[in-house]
C-alpha cells in the first residue's frame, strides 16, 4: 500500500495536505496563537499588521490573527464541504438506486424529479434561499446540497441500471431474496463506485463554491473565519496589505487540491466500471 | 415441502417485442413437462430458443401464448407462499461465464444467503455452507474467497451449492459445462449426476453438445431456429436419429477415434431458402427437395412410437438417418 | 499430405514472467501444409507460446530460444520484419474473431484496408477476395455486414478469409472454435482442412478440445505445465503414455461411451 502510494506522487501530495488539514483541524484550539480570534476576540490596535513575530501571518482589519483564523478555517471551510458532499450523497444515492433497481414508472417519475432539480445552478438557488431565508452558513450549505444531489442521483442511477442486469443480481432475485436486499446487498456496492469516486473529485469543487457563496456575502457571516468571507473581507486591500486575502485564498486552493488529487488517485484505484481491484 | 410438484410448459410461444410483424415466434415448444426424478435435455445451437424456454420455465421471460404452470397454476397467477415455494423448488443454474456470482461477495456468503433465502435459519447457515461444500467437492477453505481467486470449475460448483442451498427439487441447468477445460467438464458432469440422484432431483438440461446430454438425459428435445425439428429418448434418438438436423448435430461431436465428418452437405434447392411457411432446415438440409419441404411441416409421431416426434415431411420415407454416414 | 521443410521450427523455447516458467519447450516443429495440434489444459502455456511467435508477449516476460520462420528468425526480430510476417505470412484466428474485426467498419472495406496495409496492388486485391471467398464458402453478401451483424461462426470465416487473401502461409488458431456452435466448429474445421488441401496451408491449432484435434490433426502435441509431454500421430490417443495425455483420452468419452 505505502509503495502503491509512493509510486504516484499526486497521491502523495493529496494525502500529505489531507493529513496536514486533519491535524490543524483536530489540533486548532492548540495550534492557535490567538484562538479567540476566530470567534468575536477583536484587537483593534493591531489592526493589518505584516506578517512576522507574534502573527506569522499578520493580522486583518479587525486585528485578528489570520494564521489562527485560516486553522480555525479548516474546521469550517472544509468541515462545512464534507457534510455536504455527505448531504447530497445521503439524499442522491438512494433515489438513483431505487430509480435504476426498481426501473420503469418509479424511474421515469424520479428522474423527471431530478431534471428539476438539475435545471437550477447552485449560485442562483444559494441567492434565491439567501434572499428569502436571510444569508448564512447553513442556508448556503442548504442551497449547495439542493443543486449537488441530483447529480449524484443520475449517477447512482445509471450504476444501478447497469448492474441490474447482471446475471448475479438476476440470480438473487431467483434465489429468492426479497428485492430490497437485492438491492442493498447486491446492487448498491458493486455501483456505488463511480459516484464515490465523483464525490471525492467533487469535494475540492464544493470547497471552492462555499467559499465563493462565502465570498458574496450568501454564505457564512462575520465573524466566522469561512476562508471565502476571508479572502472578501481581504478584498479591498489586495495592493497595500495583501496578506489579509493571500493566506486564506492560499487555503483554499490548497486544500481544493488536496481533494481533486485524491480523487483523482481513488478514480485510478477502483477500475473503470467502479470495482475495487483485488 | 411438497414433494410431488411438476413443472408443464403446453404450447409455449415467445415472440419478442417489435418483432410482431415477422411470421414466426422466437420459440415454439409444443410440450415439457419436468418432475423429480426425470432429466430432459433441451439441445440446440445458437437461435434455437433453448435458451428461451429455460427463462420462461423459470418465469422471467412471459410466454406470448401458451402457458408454463407449476403445480397446475400459471406462472403468471402465483402469489404469496406458492410464489415462494416456486422460487424455491425450481433453481436455475446459469453459465459462470456471465458473472453469476456477485464479485463482492465471499463464495461462503453466496452461499449462506441461498440457505436464509430458502427460509433457513442464520444460525445453522455456517453449517449448512459446510456441508454443501463438501457435497459439491469443494473445500470448506474455499467460502472465505472470492469468485475471481478460484478456477471456473470452482465458481460453477459453488453456483451449484448456492441453488442446492435453497433445497430446489428441480434444477434448471443452461450449459453447465462450456467455456471449462474438457476434464473439468467432466467431473462437473459427474457432479451433476450425483446430485440428481442423492437428492431425486429433477433436471432440464440445456446445451448443445450432445456427449454431455447422453449422459445425463433420459428424454431429449431437439431445438432449430425456434421449433422442435425432433423429440424422443435419448437414447433412440442418439443412435438412430430420424430428422436430419439431428443427425448433422450428432455428426458434429468430434469423437476420439472416429473419423472426422464433415456436418453438412446441402442440396443445391436454393428455392427452399427461408420460405414463410417451410422448413427452417431445408437451406441446409441434405435431404431437402421442393415443393414438399416448402410446406409446413408439422410435429408428428414416428409410426410404432408415439412419443417418438420429427417434424419433417420427408421422414417416413428417409426413414432412420446414418448419422456416420 | 504434402511433407516439406518446417515452415515453423521452434527449439529451445523458455518464457518467464516474474521468475516463473511457464513455457519450457524444447522442440516444435510444423512442415509445410501440416495441420499440428497443441492440446493442453488452461494454464498450460499454450496461448503464451502462440503469443510468443509473433513477440506478442506480455512486457514482463523474458523469453529465450529461437523460432525460425521460413529459416527467418523471429525471436527478437526487428519490427519491421514481425510487421511484415504478422497479419501476411503468418495469420492469428481467435476466440470471438468478431472482436478482432473492427466494429465501425463494413467487413468487405476491413478485408480491403488490411490487404491495402500489406501493399497489394488494387487489381490484385479483387481477385484475391474473390478467391478468398470461395475457399472459405463465405458469400458476398456478407461484405456489406458490419460485425456485430455477423454470427459467431460468420466471423470466424471473416478472418480465415482474410488469411487466405494475404496467402497466409501458416495459420495460428487459438480456441478458434471454442465459443462456437457444435455443427459451426464442424464447418470451421472442415475449412482447415480443405485449407491445407487447396492452398497448402500450414495450420498450428490450438485447444483444449483433444477430440477436434484428433480428428483434425496430422500431429498432436500434448502440452503440460510448460512442456511437450507426449506428441504423435492421431493413433497415439489410442495407446497413450503420458498420465496428462490419458486424463485428456479418458475426459472425452465417445457418444458410445456414455451408455
Redesign the interface.
Given at each position: 500500500m505505502i509503495r502503491y502510494v509512493v509510486r504516484r506522487p499526486g497521491l502523495l501530495i493529496g494525502l500529505t495536505i489531507l493529513v496536514v488539514l486533519v491535524i490543524a483541524a483536530v489540533l486548532a484550539p492548540s495550534l492557535a496563537p490567538f484562538p479567540g480570534d476566530a470567534g468575536n476576540d477583536t484587537n483593534l490596535l493591531e489592526t493589518l499588521r505584516r506578517p512576522g513575530g507574534l502573527h506569522p501571518m499578520g493580522t486583518d482589519l479587525a486585528g485578528r490573527d489570520v494564521w489562527s483564523r485560516v486553522l480555525f478555517g479548516v474546521r469550517v471551510s472544509v468541515g462545512v464541504s464534507l457534510a455536504v458532499i455527505a448531504a447530497a450523497l445521503l439524499v442522491g444515492i438512494p433515489i438513483g438506486l431505487l430509480a435504476g433497481a426498481v426501473g420503469g414508472l418509479v424511474d421515469d417519475l424520479l428522474m423527471r424529479i431530478v431534471d428539476v432539480f438539475l435545471a437550477f445552478p447552485s449560485l442562483l438557488l444559494a441567492l434565491a434561499i439567501a434572499a428569502t431565508l436571510g444569508p448564512s452558513m447553513e442556508h448556503a450549505a442548504i442551497a449547495i446540497v439542493v443543486s449537488w444531489w441530483p447529480w449524484y442521483a443520475r449517477l447512482m442511477r445509471g450504476e444501478a441500471a447497469a448492474i441490474s442486469g447482471r446475471a448475479y443480481v438476476e440470480a438473487a432475485h431467483l434465489l429468492g431474496v426479497p428485492a430490497w436486499r437485492v438491492a442493498v446487498r447486491h446492487i448498491l456496492p458493486n455501483a456505488i463506485g463511480p459516484v464515490i469516486v465523483q464525490a471525492s473529485l467533487d469535494l475540492g469543487g464544493v470547497i471552492l463554491t462555499f467559499a465563493a457563496l462565502s465570498f458574496l456575502g450568501l454564505g457564512a457571516q462575520d465573524p466566522t473565519p469561512e476562508w471565502g468571507l476571508m479572502v472578501e473581507q481581504g478584498r479591498s486591500l489586495t495592493s497595500t496589505q495583501p496578506w489579509v486575502a493571500l493566506f486564506p485564498g492560499a487555503a483554499i486552493m490548497v486544500a481544493a487540491l488536496a481533494f481533486t488529487l485524491l480523487g483523482e488517485g481513488l478514480r485510478e484505484r477502483l477500475d473503470p466500471k467502479g470495482r475495487a481491484r483485488p | 415441502m411438497n414433494n410431488a410438484i411438476r413443472l408443464v410448459a403446453r404450447d409455449l410461444e415467445v415472440r419478442y417485442r417489435g418483432i410482431e410483424l415477422v411470421a414466426r415466434p422466437a420459440l415454439a415448444l409444443d410440450r415439457l413437462e419436468l418432475v423429480p426424478g426425470r432429466s430432459v435435455a433441451l439441445v440446440g445451437?445458437?437461435g434455437s430458443g433453448k435458451t428461451t424456454a429455460l427463462r420462461a420455465l423459470?418465469g422471467?421471460i412471459r410466454p406470448s401464448a401458451g402457458t408454463v404452470e407449476f403445480d397446475g397454476v400459471p406462472l403468471g397467477r402465483l402469489r404469496g407462499t406458492a410464489a415462494?415455494d416456486f422460487?424455491?423448488s425450481v433453481?436455475?443454474i446459469?453459465q459462470d461465464v456471465?458473472?453469476?456470482?456477485?464479485?463482492?461477495?465471499c463464495l461462503g456468503d453466496a452461499i449462506a444467503?441461498?440457505h436464509?433465502?430458502?427460509g433457513g435459519s442464520s444460525r445453522d447457515a455456517e453449517a449448512t455452507v459446510a456441508r454443501l461444500l463438501d457435497e459439491v467437492s469443494l473445500p470448506v477453505s474455499i467460502a472465505t474467497r472470492?469468485p475471481?481467486?478460484v478456477s471456473?470449475g470452482q465458481r460453477q460448483r459453488a453456483?451449484i451449492a448456492?441453488?442446492l442451498a435453497?433445497g430446489p427439487r428441480l434444477l434448471l441447468l443452461d450449459e453447465p459445462t462450456s467455456?471449462l477445460?474438457?476434464?473439468?467438464?467432466?467431473r462437473i458432469l459427474e457432479l451433476i449426476e450425483r446430485l440428481r440422484i442423492e437428492r431425486g432431483l429433477g433436471l432440464l438440461l440445456v446445451s448443445?453438445?450432445?456427449?454431455v446430454v447422453?449422459?445425463l438425459c433420459e428424454e431429449t428435445v431437439v431445438l432449430y431456429r425456434g421449433e422442435v425439428v425432433e423429440r424422443g429418448a435419448t437414447?433412440a434418438l442418439?443412435d438412430e436419429p430420424r430428422h436430419p438436423y439431428t443427425a448433422?448435430?450428432?455428426?458434429?461431436?468430434?469423437?476420439?477415434?472416429?473419423?472426422?465428418?464433415?456436418?453438412?452437405n446441402p442440396s443445391a434447392d436454393s428455392a427452399l431458402l427461408d420460405g414463410p411457411g417451410g422448413c427452417r432446415f431445408a437451406a441446409r438440409c441434405p435431404h431437402a427437395t421442393s415443393p414438399v419441404c416448402g410446406q409446413t411441416q408439422l410435429l408428428a409421431p414416428v409410426t410404432d412410437d408415439p412419443d417418438r416426434l420429427v417434424r419433417c415431411i420427408r421422414s417416413p420415407e428417409l426413414g432412420i438417418l446414418n448419422p456416420l454416414a | 499430405m504434402s511433407p516439406g521443410s518446417p515452415i515453423l521450427a521452434i527449439r529451445d523455447l523458455a518464457i518467464e514472467i516474474r521468475g516463473r516458467r511457464l513455457v519450457d519447450v524444447t522442440e516444435l516443429s510444423v512442415t509445410r501444409g501440416q495441420i499440428v495440434g497443441l492440446v493442453g489444459e488452461s494454464g498450460a502455456g499454450k496461448s503464451l507460446l502462440l503469443s510468443s511467435i509473433l513477440g506478442l508477449l506480455p512486457a514482463d516476460a523474458t523469453i529465450q530460444g529461437s523460432i525460425l520462420f521460413d529459416g527467418t528468425e523471429l525471436r527478437g526480430a526487428p519490427n519491421r520484419l514481425l510487421r511484415d510476417v504478422r497479419g501476411r505470412r503468418i495469420a492469428v484466428v481467435l476466440q470471438g474473431a468478431r472482436a478482432a474485426l473492427t466494429p465501425t467498419l463494413r467487413t468487405g472495406t476491413w478485408i480491403d484496408r488490411a490487404l491495402v496495409l500489406h501493399g497489394i496492388p488494387a487489381a490484385e486485391r479483387r481477385t484475391r477476395v474473390a478467391h478468398a471467398l470461395d475457399a472459405v464458402r463465405l458469400d458476398p453478401v456478407l461484405l456489406r455486414r458490419y460485425p456485430h451483424e455477423l454470427s459467431g461462426g460468420e466471423a470466424q470465416r471473416v478472418a480465415i478469409a482474410l488469411a487466405v487473401a494475404l496467402r497466409a502461409e501458416l495459420i495460428l488458431a487459438d480456441e478458434a472454435t471454442s465459443a462456437l456452435d457444435v455443427t459451426v466448429q464442424a464447418e470451421v474445421a472442415e475449412l482447415f482442412r480443405e485449407l491445407r488441401q487447396r492452398e497448402g496451408t500450414s495450420i498450428l491449432i490450438v485447444s483444449h478440445d483433444l477430440a477436434l484435434v484428433a480428428g483434425l490433426a496430422d500431429r498432436i502435441d500434448i502440452i503440460a505445465d510448460g512442456s511437450i509431454v507426449e506428441r504423435g500421430g492421431p493413433s497415439v490417443l489410442s495407446a497413450p503414455q503420458h498420465r496428462v495425455t490419458r486424463e485428456l483420452v479418458a475426459a472425452n468419452p465417445t457418444l458410445e461411451q456414455a451408455r
Open positions: - | 445451437e445458437s423459470l422471467v415462494r422460487r424455491r433453481q436455475p446459469q456471465d458473472g453469476a456470482l456477485d464479485p463482492r461477495q444467503e441461498g436464509r433465502a430458502g472470492h475471481h481467486e471456473g453456483v448456492r441453488a435453497v467455456g477445460d474438457a476434464t473439468v467438464q467432466v448443445h453438445n450432445l456427449g447422453a449422459r437414447r442418439m448433422a448435430l450428432r455428426r458434429s461431436v468430434p469423437e476420439i477415434g472416429v473419423p472426422f465428418r464433415a456436418p453438412f | -
